[in-house]
């Protein structure tokens, strides 16, 4: 049985290969150019709030495109829709290049571009999430998920260190136009696609885009369990124990080290995760998926747990740094953890849904993965203003550790649910 990252989707499946290598470049692209974003924004206004604006600009057109697009991808042939968002998305980011190749000065254009991007994404993103299963065998979507993971993580990791060099060293012309010519390797992964139109559906009658569309899809995770948990599974998560919020106060106050530490732990979590899908070659083995969905998530939370036990011990028990140290470690296990429950939850859900509802379910799936971290980044900005962030971390994490736990007795059925017989 293999320990290393399986390759074989890489190896045996020339389409897969195609769209792996065009959309881990454009990923990079991507996380280059919300840095770059980010910076842009705060040297136009000088102002933190106008940098936080930005996630607003980005969430609203996630949630609205992420379900309507769903709908789109399950009624059309899906390598033309996903062709179409990367194709906004390449606009998008020339755009981006051009205004810095003017100088432009206004901050509202950079956020009309966030907005525009990330509307293709929630598109393009489930689009691709929902051509693996027509292109690989149901036995490779574990070892596909987890490459996708491991792309993200090392995107996460590598796209803001060049968007930091390429800033220094040539401005934001330098950064947007990079993204810009990266962008272009995931067009070429779904131009090489055969057409993937909707498979027919023996009984159903024709239906639409729009919004009763939309409503079929919560009415299939509406009765449908184990699906509908791996939703529910990452809203607990994110909701209850999301530490982004707390990390400018770790590197500012608690830890010390100001940017250099905020930037650290972001990192060290996205370590975490290249690390474990590297050894991630059994992850295909697994038959009890919905089980090791809850022990990861069970992991996440102890891990986020050990991050404020950290910020507690820092100065105090232990120095400053060697209580970084602590919370870098945790927040590498809480990387891994969440990269293995990202694995799983993303096979059920392709698995274990019906063709016609991938789209649907994976623009849902887009909405839950960039709402949910919002919330919980909200919720505990609230909550660490009156028990501080190191006690949030703590009750967080063990808040998520306990509703885990009642979410898997309430449905048993999860946890024994078996790859084999995929059963929604």
Same mark, same amino acid.
């Given at each position: 049985?293999?320990?290393?990252?399986?390759?074989?989707?890489?190896?045996?499946?020339?389409?897969?290969?195609?769209?792996?290598?065009?959309?881990?470049?454009?990923?990079?692209?991507?996380?280059?150019?919300?840095?770059?974003?980010?910076?842009?924004?705060?040297?136009?206004?000088?102002?933190?709030?106008?940098?936080?604006?930005?996630?607003?600009?980005?969430?609203?057109?996630?949630?609205?495109?992420?379900?309507?697009?769903?709908?789109?991808?399950?009624?059309?042939?899906?390598?033309?829709?996903?062709?179409?968002?990367?194709?906004?998305?390449?606009?998008?980011?020339?755009?981006?290049?051009?205004?810095? /190749?003017?100088?432009?000065?206004?901050? /509202?254009?950079?956020?009309?571009?966030?907005?525009?991007?990330?509307?293709?994404?929630?598109?393009?993103?489930?689009?691709?999430?929902?051509?693996?299963?027509?292109?690989?065998?149901?036995?490779?979507?574990?070892?596909?998920?987890?490459?996708?993971?491991? @792309?993200?993580? @090392?995107?996460?990791?590598?796209?803001?260190?060049?968007?930091?060099?390429?800033?220094?060293?040539?401005?934001?012309? @330098?950064?947007?136009?990079?993204?810009?010519?990266?962008?272009?390797?995931?067009?070429?992964?779904?131009?090489?696609?055969?057409?993937?139109?909707?498979?027919?559906?023996?009984?159903?009658?024709?239906?639409?885009?729009?919004?009763?569309?939309?409503?079929?899809?919560?009415?299939?995770?509406?009765?449908?369990?184990?699906?509908?948990?791996?939703?529910?599974?990452?809203?607990?998560?994110?909701?209850?124990?999301?530490?982004?919020?707390?990390?400018?106060?770790?590197?500012?106050?608690?830890?010390?080290?100001?940017?250099?530490?905020?930037?650290?732990?972001?990192?060290?979590?996205?370590?975490?995760?290249?690390?474990?899908?590297?050894?991630?070659?059994?992850?295909?083995?697994?038959?009890?998926?919905?089980?090791?969905?809850?022990?990861?998530?069970?992991?996440?939370?102890?891990?986020?747990?050990?991050f404020g036990a950290a910020m507690l011990a820092a100065g105090g028990v232990m120095s400053r740094s060697a209580a970084l140290w602590l919370g870098l470690v945790a927040m590498a296990v809480a990387g891994a953890s969440d990269?293995?429950?990202?694995?799983?939850?993303?096979?059920?859900?392709?698995?274990?849904?019906?063709?016609?509802?991938?789209?649907r379910l994976q623009g849902v799936f887009i909405v839950v993965v960039a709402g949910g971290p919002r919330l919980g980044e909200l919720a505990g900005g609230f909550l660490a203003s009156g028990i501080g962030e190191a006690m949030t971390a703590v009750v967080g994490g063990l808040a998520c550790v306990v509703g885990i736990t009642v979410l898997g007795r309430m449905q048993p059925g999860f946890a024994r649910y078996d790859a084999?017989?995929?059963?929604?």
């Amino acid at each position: 049985m293999p320990l290393l990252l399986d390759l074989t989707p890489l190896r045996g499946h020339a389409a897969y290969r195609r769209l792996y290598v065009g959309f881990t470049l454009s990923n990079v692209g991507s996380q280059l150019a919300v840095v770059a974003i980010g910076l842009q924004v705060y040297e136009l206004t000088r102002s933190t709030a106008a940098v936080g604006i930005v996630g607003f600009c980005a969430l609203v057109p996630l949630v609205v495109m992420g379900l309507y697009g769903g709908t789109l991808i399950d009624h059309f042939d899906r390598r033309t829709v996903g062709l179409i968002a990367q194709a906004v998305a390449f606009v998008s980011s020339l755009l981006c290049a051009l205004q810095a /190749w003017l100088g432009n000065t206004q901050v /509202w254009v950079l956020y009309a571009l966030v907005a525009l991007w990330n509307g293709a994404f929630a598109v393009s993103s489930p689009a691709r999430t929902s051509i693996y299963p027509r292109i690989l065998p149901r036995e490779l979507l574990p070892a596909a998920n987890a490459l996708s993971v491991f @792309a993200m993580n @090392a995107s996460m990791t590598v796209g803001p260190l060049m968007a930091g060099f390429l800033v220094d060293w040539g401005g934001f012309k @330098a950064a947007y136009t990079t993204d810009a010519v990266i962008t272009t390797a995931a067009l070429w992964g779904l131009a090489r696609l055969q057409p993937l139109p909707p498979e027919p559906q023996e009984g159903a009658a024709p239906s639409r885009p729009g919004l009763r569309s939309v409503l079929d899809g919560f009415a299939f995770l509406a009765t449908r369990p184990n699906v509908r948990m791996t939703f529910v599974a990452d809203i607990c998560a994110m909701l209850l124990a999301q530490p982004r919020v707390l990390f400018p106060a770790a590197g500012a106050v608690i830890f010390g080290g100001g940017a250099r530490t905020v930037g650290a732990l972001s990192a060290a979590a996205a370590v975490g995760g290249i690390v474990a899908m590297f050894f991630s070659g059994r992850l295909g083995h697994v038959r009890r998926q919905g089980l090791a969905i809850l022990v990861s998530i069970v992991g996440w939370g102890f891990a986020i747990a050990g991050f404020g036990a950290a910020m507690l011990a820092a100065g105090g028990v232990m120095s400053r740094s060697a209580a970084l140290w602590l919370g870098l470690v945790a927040m590498a296990v809480a990387g891994a953890s969440d990269s293995v429950s990202a694995v799983f939850r993303t096979t059920i859900l392709q698995a274990a849904t019906p063709d016609h509802l991938r789209g649907r379910l994976q623009g849902v799936f887009i909405v839950v993965v960039a709402g949910g971290p919002r919330l919980g980044e909200l919720a505990g900005g609230f909550l660490a203003s009156g028990i501080g962030e190191a006690m949030t971390a703590v009750v967080g994490g063990l808040a998520c550790v306990v509703g885990i736990t009642v979410l898997g007795r309430m449905q048993p059925g999860f946890a024994r649910y078996d790859a084999r017989h995929p059963t929604p």
